[in-house]
Each structure stands twice: as C-alpha cells, then as structure tokens.
C-alpha cells in the first residue's frame, strides 16, 4: 500500500501537475506566436494596400476592415460548428463545476479546446480588444482532465475520482491564470478567488509547483525568440522611480478606489444587458500591449518644458496628441469611452473571450487620465515640480488594477499587477485603491463572472 | 434588521478591522523603537567600558554580557510570574484555538499579551537571535479579543459569538504577519497557510484589509522618524539587475532546494530535542538586520579584481574577512554553524521568542556561501565575467526563502521575500527553490509549528 501511495504521489501528483503547467506554456507560446504573425500579416497587408498606385483611402479601409472580418467570422463559424461549448470566457462555467452545481456536457472534452484554441488565436488575432485569461482556465481545465484520464487508465481505483477531479480542477483554473500574464504567485490566487468559495490548503501548492513550472517554460520559451530580449523580466516591466510614492499620496490613491465605482457598475450592467448578436462588425485596432506600455511608461505627458526630466519622448506624445494639435485629455477621454463601448460589444460576439485583458487597458487608460490632471492640478497650485512627485504612470497601475478588481471582485488582482510590471513600489497603493474598490463595488453588483453565470442560467 | 445589518457591517466589520491593523502598527512601531534604544545603550556601554582606562578586556567581556543576561532574566522572570501563556511562538497554539481543538486558559487575556510585549521587547533588545513574528501573531489575536469584546457589549446577539471569533481571529493572525516585515499581500497568505487547513474566502478580504491598514500606518511612522527615509520601500531593499537571473541558473536554484532539505532536517529534530533551560547564558551580538544587508548585498565577496563593478566595498570586507587575513568561507561557515546552534538553544529559553527570522538569516548566510562559490567555480571554468552574471545576493536570497519554506512548510514565504526585498527579478527561483525544499522535506518531518504542537501536547 505504501508502494502505491508512492507512486501515486511520483506519477499522479507530480509529474502530472509538471506535465500540465509544460504543456499549457507551449500552448500559450504556440497561441502567442500564431496571434502576432497574424497582426503581423495584417499591417503587411495594410502597406501593401496603400503603395498600390490606384489605391484611394477607401480601398485601405476596406482591406484593413475585411481581414478582420474574416478572422473574426472564420473564428465564429470555426465554434459554432466544432463545439459551440467554446463560447465565452470559462471561468463562470468552471466555477459551476467546481462547486459542483452544474455539469456541462462535453465542456472539458478535448474537442472543445481545440475549438477553443483555434477560436481565440483568430480572434485575437484579428485585432479585438477581448482577453485571453478566461478561455485559458477553461483550456488549462480541459488539459487537465484528459491527462487524469490517461494516468486513470493504470492506476485505478486508487483514490475515488471524485476528490481528484475538483483537485485537479482547481489546479488547472491556477495554470490558466498564470499562464496568461506569467504570474505564478498572483494566478494561483486569483483562480481561488475566482472559482472557489472554500478553498483546501492541500491544493495550494499543486496550483504554485504547476504555475511555476508553466510560467518557467514560458519564459525560457520567450528567450529563444530572437526579438525579445526580456528574460525572466515582467510582462510590462516598469521603471519608476523609488521615491515616486509619497505619504500624500496615499488619500489620492484610496479616492480613486471610490471613482472606480459608478464606471464599474456602469459597466457590468452594460456588459450584460448588451442585445446579443450585434456587435460582429466591429473592427478596432488597438493593441493592448503597446497601449499599456504607453500608459504605464513612467514619463508625464502634460508637461510642457522641455527640459523637465519626466519629458516624453517625442513618438509617444506624436501618437497621443497628433503633433500637439490635440490635448491628450481628449484623446485620452476618447480612448476610455471608445474602448469602454469596444469591450462591451466584444462580449456580444460569440467567439471564446475574455474580459480581464480589456478591463484592465480601459482601467489604465482612466488612471493615466486621473494622473496628468493631478499633475496639472499642482503645478497649477504654485508648487513646483521638485516638491511633490506625482508619476502618472503609477496612477494608471493602480487604477488598472482598483478597476479589474472592482468588476471581478478580487483582491489577488493586486499581486497580478505586481508581477506584471516587476516592479513592488506601488504595492500600498494599489492594495489600498483595489480594497476600496472592491468592498463598495461589491454592495452594487455581484462580480462579472457570477452574473454571467445567472444570465446563462 | 437591514439597518442592524448595515451596523454590524459599518461599525462590526469595517472599524474592527482598521481598529486592529492600526493598533498593532503602534505597537510595532513602539516595540521596534524600544528594541534599538536597548540595542544602542548595550553598544554605548560597550564603548564606555573600553575607555576607562584601567579596564581589562575581561571587563569589557563581563559588562557586555552582563547586560544581555539583564535583559534576558528580567524578560524571563516576568513573564513567568505575569503571564507564563506568553512563552514561545505563539502560532503553534493559534492553530489550535483557530482549528477548535483545545481551548487554552487565558491565552488572549490582556495580561498575557502584556507580558508577551515586555518580555518580547526585553529578550530582543538583548540581541538573542530570536524572531518577532510568531509571538506578534499570538498579541494580535489578543487585541482583536479585547477589541471584538468591546463592540460585543453593545450589540449583543447579533450574531452568534463563535463565527465571529474565528473570523476574527485569522484577521488578527494576518496582521501579526504582515506587521512584522510589512508585508500585507505575504502576510495574509502566510497567515493561513500556517494556522488553517481550510480557509473561507469571506475573510480573505478582512486580511487583506487589516493588513493594509497595518503596512501603511507602519510605514507613515517610519518616515517620521529623522535617520530612516525609505518610506514606502521595502525592508531589505536589494538592487539587483534585472538581468541577474538568467536561465541557465535555473537548475542551480532547483538544486538549492534539494541541499536545503538535510540542513532543514537537521534543524528541526535539533530545535526540538534540545534539553530545556540550558540556553540561558547564551549571548550573541549579530543584529539580523545589519547580517541580512550584507548578504543581501549586490556586490561579490570573493572577487579579488580591484576594477571588477561587483566588487565589495572595503567595509563590508574588512568585517567579514578581518582585513583579509581570513576566507569569507571560513567566515560565513562559522557564521551559519554559529547561527544554527544559538538559534536552536534560543528555543529553550522560556521567553516569547519566533524562530522565523533566525532561520531566515541561517538560510541567507548559506545562500552567500554558495553564491560565492559558485562564482568562484565558474570563473575557475575559464569563462571570464562577462558571460554569466553570477550574483551570489540573488542565491542568498533564494536560500533564506528556500530554508524557511523547508522549516514552516509554507509556499507563501516566497511572496514575503518578494515584499521585504521590494525587487521581483528572483520570483521564479524563489518559487521554484521553495517548492522543492518545501515538498521532499514534507516527506522527512512535519512542520516547526505542527512539531511544537506534538512536544506542547
């Protein structure tokens, strides 16, 4: 008995948690590849478009607007045949299974992930702005369950496959996250926030050693790509300065986890009550990456002096004010309610989606806005610059992360965003405005994922 | 009864939490301030017994460890006739009381947590190497007791008194946690995973809540103070290169684990079958912060090169190697075999003591003491500095969480390290070491806390 227990813990616990936070880094590696050659061809196209001679503006629009069509019909038609399971983020329906309230026929099948897969690298590639956190839970759910299937085959009877199912799960909804944004610490909590209401400490180091591992070959992946030079280095890594929070910031910080509430409450219920089916000829070109690397950079784009050492460089401020013609409050204001409207109607298409990626830009983009008037607001106010650092770009994290916890109810956003940007100055802060956010928030409106869960029933 | 609700909410929840995490930062911060003065007043006595022109160095011996052992009988004394509860760690019982096994007498009276303060306050200015972290978990759970009395009175029977207890006292053990290294996010997960074997999400918010509160007040004290003026960074700031893990050391991490486990082995059965009350003339006078700064320091002991840019400064040299005449691997072996065997006969003496920030230490020394070698042993390869970037810190750092993972049996030791050096470069060795030390020694003992529990009854 001993001998079994042994290989139980080898084979079963071990190797199968390594073998899935391996094959979930490759998945996403692979996924990841696919989206950016499909960007990649997509601007091709676009300059291809323009030197042909003949070309008006028209012809450009209509190019650029029908390959996202394409990817984005293809994607839908792809799901709806292959297994119409794949629809929608995942993590409300693993929830459902976790706590044992509902089964889903065919949910983790493997014919589900792969539509799941081919659906989302389409989609994504195609240029919405939609996540890819949710449908990697239930990806990472699905992996999961065929490779207990394949060790449940010789070893069985060995422990009631009740109790291993919901561990397994549980551990799965961790890799999910984690592989997602490579935070192994932050996505282990946030599947327990998430999925579960009691949580098992046994199941706890399952969900970090196959985080570890997946965020481990994710980055060792990445290094080999030869554009990217950042290994082990953060997602978004920021460099602010040290002293860029000061004690008199903190009630700023705690004010803005109470703004965040009317524009989360806002947008949950737009989010759901949205007409479905409406929103399949939306084409938006927006780039989370790049736009959050904007946000979060750690220059302020309201000063005007050009000697000041928190100056922007050039290209940036081009891409934000289109050569000073504009005010970037504008430009800003635009891009939170044009991206607020694009996300919502995202939800309406039926293709797999998520919803954290896109919460979290419109957050930032609100944050950067809050910081620059704050940066105004005190120049305005006689002192001057050297007095009280104010870096926009730490107004934009912390308003990234108050907003994605207020509309998914969860704490453990906070460390996502610490291990997103690699750097921890700012842990106070956004500790202070997402508990804030989140326990008002919560007063209003259950989380997203609970009232997905009640529309679909 | 929704506005009856409404107050428990507002007033029960909100203020109760806030309540506690700042009062346990004012006795944090008090506490701390107590110790250094006593710390201060040994090193001046120190220099006023070496001037006096006809004292010996037997003098000079006498007065300084006389001094200690003041502190260390008064510390013991009172406690044994105040409060004789106040004894040890304090999280072995909390995980009793919190699991609903025993009910200990008095354990969270006003009295004990008294004398726990003084006592702790008493044998930690002495300079005996013991921890803080434990005994504040044990006087944490004593305030949110009192506190939770207080708001008892006047709103009796609003809910049933046990769930409450048990809420509120795995709050109070966060912020125990938390306030010790002001690490709110590492604090809550610690917190739990040490006292509890399952864990409600419903109090996860309270944690995080209390703790924040806790860190900020914390940390808005300490900038008052004139010589500190690192608000708002972490304890043991490091400054590593974000380039200072490199993949090809990720085997070297994973190895780190697996030495970790005889050490930690070792240690526990040590600590624990040492005969009690022997320990009472120990006397050592290694300051944990200034030790831990060192080996946490980004530069490279064993560098001989003067032009080399890790090279150590001459201060730090001349303390570890007395003026080169000795190796830094004399030195630091000495230092952990020291360590080791204080710590460990510190555990006999019935004072309030923790054994979390002496086994960091131990674990950080014998990080430094590998880093180093193995930048001795890559350079003797042939390949010059510039092809790997070896930096003993980040292996002192990786060893100190690895260590404490191994003994406390907690994952979440990794997130603290993370908060207290305020850098995330090492994140995925620090987890990937933790895991592997954590897991294997498992399987050889159960945990510091459990263990004290069995020989305690």
Known sequence: CNWRTLRHVIIEDWSLTACLGIIMALLSFTMDLCIEYIEDWHDELLSLSKN???ATSLVT??????YTLLFVITSTVFVHFVAPQAIGSGIPEMKAIISGTTILKEYLSLKTMIAKCVGMTLSLGSGLPIGKEGPFVHVASSVAVSLSKLTFGWSKNLFPQEVRYTEVL???CAVGVACTFSAPVGGVLFSIEVTSA??????YWRGFFAATCCAGVLRLLRVQLPSKDDFLVAFYQTHYPPDSV??????AFAFLGFIIIPIGVTFLIAALTFPLGYGKYIVGHLKHRDALAHFFHKCTWSVSNESHPL???AKLLHYWTADGTVSIFVTLSLFVVAFFLLTILCNAIPIPAGQFMPVFVIGAAFGRLIGELMVIAYHEDGSNQAHMHIVPGVYSVVCAAAFCGAVTHTVSVSVIVIELTGQNVFILPVLIAVLIANAVCSYF???IYESISKIKG
């Open 52 to 54: 042909v001679p003949s």
């Open 61 to 66: 629009f209509i190019t650029w607007t029908s």
């Open 170 to 172: 549980a551990t799965a």
């Open 311 to 313: 100056k922007c460089g």
């Open 198 to 203: 009691y949580f098992a400490k046994s199941n």
């Open 246 to 251: 000061t004690p008199d910031q903190l009630p």
């Open 445 to 447: 409106q259950p989380s």
